[in-house]
């Protein structure tokens, strides 16, 4: 796939994702360290979308100035060489970790676990 080609992918059908802005984003990311699965950053929008384990979090959920994407949404995915520009980029690229787990991201929030 060439640098710049995006793929548009489904939201909640491999992952779910939480946006957040990116100065939260930066924060959350060295807070979990290897505990962090793949995470995207826009420059443009100034956020950042944590791909997290689907279906643990309630549709909905917001806290702390992050919130759940809307399942069957769609995600803008580059290829995992692009990890820099003001356009989506990888934050933390594709490797060891796909997703992040919900608990140690809310763990990273600062935000109760839900019941």
Do not use: K, Y
């Not at 992050?66 to 769609?74: F, I, K, Q």
Request: net charge neutral.
């Amino acid at each position: 796939m060439p640098r710049d080609q995006v793929e548009s992918v489904v939201v909640g059908d491999h992952f779910d994702v939480v946006r957040m802005p990116e100065a939260i984003g930066r924060r959350v990311i060295a807070a979990l360290g290897d505990e962090c699965g793949m995470v995207l950053a826009s420059g443009l929008a100034d956020s950042m979308d944590f791909l997290v384990e689907p279906g643990v979090l309630n549709p909905g959920w917001r806290a702390c100035g992050a919130r759940l994407r809307r399942a069957d949404g769609r995600l803008s995915v580059p290829p995992a060489a692009v990890r820099s520009g003001r356009d989506v980029h990888w934050a933390v690229p594709p490797g060891r970790l796909a997703a992040t787990a919900p608990g140690a991201l809310l763990a990273a929030l600062g935000v109760p676990e839900p019941t």
